[in-house]
T-cell receptor
Framework: GGIITQTPKFLIGQEGQKLTLKCQQNFNHDTMYWYRQDSGKGLRLIYYSITENDLQKGDLSEGYDASREKKSSFSLTVTSAQKNEMAVFLC???????????FGSGTRLLVI | QEKVQQSPESLIVPEGAMSSLNCTFSNSASQSIWWYQQHPGKGPEALISIFSNGNKKEGRLTVYLNRASLHVSLHIRDSQPSDSAVYLCAVSTYGSSGNKLIFGIGTLLSVKP
């Protein structure tokens, strides 16, 4: 079986800092996604990538950059962390055109 | 922009009872509807999906879809304490930039022994 790994599991940053979250999958899935999960707001799509070197903006892309340099990895950068920000960032992958996503366990971000 | 609403926000049922969760969506032309289960500290896991009007049964799970009323429901028969989790309804949308899921906020299910 495959696995999708997110690093780090926990991330504490300072206001204004640039922070990078990483995601690796070995399913050979084509499409990868980054979602943000806030209490009371559900999962919101930040960026997704249909294939290597492709990037598509989701509904919440402002304040973030993403990079898909290899098929197996997808990274997300918070360009300027906001004070008191607290959220879980979830990475997912799927075969092209398939809605059966496999999610990682998430990166928990706290900005002080 | 697709909107997905779930009710109730939370649900407490005794062990062995039926759990019923609801979801409404805004676009009748949406593709498939998915239910995901999320335990604390974990990522969501896909449980069951439905595309056509009607119902679909898998084990203790039954899903009902009515596209005319933009409503889908998930029913868990013989609920167990291990079913306690957040249940997320998600609608698949497909466009020129590929496929993506739009999620609801979720229903927190607690099954009491």
């Amino acid at each position: 079986g495959g696995i999708i790994t997110q690093t780090p599991k926990f991330l504490i940053g300072q206001e204004g800092q640039k922070l990078t979250l990483k995601c690796q999958q070995n399913f050979n899935h084509d499409t990868m996604y980054w979602y943000r999960q806030d209490s009371g707001k559900g999962l919101r799509l930040i960026y997704y990538s249909i294939t290597e070197n492709d990037l598509q903006k989701g509904d919440l892309s402002e304040g973030y950059d993403a990079s898909r340099e290899k098929k197996s990895s997808f990274s997300l950068t918070v360009t300027s962390a906001q004070k008191n920000e607290m959220a879980v960032f979830l990475c997912a992958s799927s075969m092209a055109g398939n809605s059966d996503y496999t999610f990682g366990s998430g990166t928990r971000l706290l900005v002080i | 922009q697709e909107k997905v609403q779930q009710s109730p926000e939370s649900l407490i049922v005794p062990e062995g009872a039926m759990s019923s969760l609801n979801c409404t969506f805004s676009n009748s032309a949406s593709q498939s509807i998915w239910w995901y289960q999320q335990h604390p500290g974990k990522g969501p896991e896909a449980l069951i999906s439905i595309f056509s009007n009607g119902n679909k049964k898998e084990g203790r799970l039954t899903v009902y879809l009515n596209r005319a009323s933009l409503h889908v429901s998930l029913h868990i028969r013989d609920s167990q304490p291990s079913d306690s989790a957040v249940y997320l309804c998600a609608v698949s949308t497909y466009g020129s930039s590929g496929n993506k899921l739009i999620f609801g906020i979720g229903t927190l299910l607690s099954v009491k022994p």
